[in-house]
């Protein structure tokens, strides 16, 4: 009788553990990789920048497109950031540090109005040293979903 009550306990237990485990994946988003490219291209001035991009689909059916700008120097990289932001949009948040992103120099969340507004868009911005990190998705909380991802799939 008690072997059978220990047996009825651990399986509850099991059960219940599963439960939350299933209960916390289906809450969360987890990305895929659905195609990713690299390539060089010729920046505004003229110097040469490599760029290397991601698509990613959450399990949810959530988009984000992912670019990386690769500068010959910080300070190349930095001015590049300026001219971005003198752009059309609104910036939401710009932090210097952020004491979350131990290795971003510059974090930015800027929306992007259009006429039409299934093209809107928001875009995270990330400095690091020479390095310009782009994620764009349809809403802010789409984006900041995307950042916060435990699960990215890159297969």
């Known amino acids: ?10 399986l509850i237990a099991l059960l219940g553990l599963g439960g ?18 690299g390539h060089d291209e010729t920046d505004v001035d003229g110097s040469r920048i490599g760029v290397g991009s ?26 590049a950031l300026e ?3 003198e752009n059309h949009g609104t910036i939401i948040e ?23 507004p299934e093209k809107n868009a928001v875009t995270l911005i990330k400095l690091r040293n020479n390095e310009i990190y782009f994620g764009k998705a349809a809403s802010l909380e789409a984006v900041l979903a995307f950042e916060r ?7």
């Open 54 to 79: 991601t698509d990613w689909k959450s399990t949810d059916g959530v988009w984000v497109f992912e670019v990386s700008r690769y500068y010959s120097s910080p300070e190349n990289a930095r001015n």
């Open 1 to 10: 009788m008690i072997k059978t009550r220990r047996k009825v306990f651990w």
């Open 20 to 37: 939350v485990i299933i209960y916390f994946l289906a809450t969360q988003h987890i990305f895929r990789a659905v195609s990713w490219d």
């Open 94 to 116: 710009r932090k210097k540090k952020p004491k979350a992103f131990s290795d971003v120099d510059e974090r930015i969340i800027k929306s992007f109005t259009n006429a039409n």
């Open 83 to 85: 001219k971005i932001l």
């Open 149 to 155: 991802a435990w699960l990215k799939l890159e297969w």
